[in-house]
């Protein structure tokens, strides 16, 4: 059944790795519905959300293809009842309204957006949540002239996750093994490399 996942992968800060994770969907011919990278919460590694509507054998699979990314350190892949996520909106509407029409200022307040920016000609009012909320206050503010709106990509952490960082530290300490094994063609360059 399709539904939407949220991709989170764990990478260096390469270029051109965003242009080689959107070619794996892009080959599939799997649109992505949002994109954000951010830095990690350690330093030197960024992190990638990606939201996509598809199938879990589907999104298994690209989220294997994408950790086989040199840059990329790990894949998780989660529905949106795993994850905590929010989008942010701002919306501009003219300031003669707002000022003249109490209704549009309750409206507001009962959709959580506050001012951000005061002007005469227009005010912009900024607003967290899930996109159902977001597109609701779009509703309110057609009828009232909203000039502009844009949205954010979605933020999202994973519910039930002690976090990457505390798997990358763990690495981190791990003793190698104490089995070595010697290179049988080490010190045989002139054997094994003639014609």
Known sequence: MRQEYNITAYTENQIGLLNRIAIIFSRRKINIESLNTSPSEIEGIHRFNIVIVE?????????GQIEKQ????????NTNEDVIWQEMALYKVPTDVIAEKALVERLLRENGARAVVIRKDYTVFETTGH???TDNLIKVLQPYGLIEFVRSARIAIIKDSEGFNKKLREFEQREPGSEVVENEYLNSREKVFTM
């Open 70 to 77: 040199v840059e990329v350190l790990k894949v998780y892949y």
């Open 131 to 133: 996109r159902e909320e």
């Open 55 to 63: 199938t879990e054998e589907v999104v298994r699979k690209i989220a």
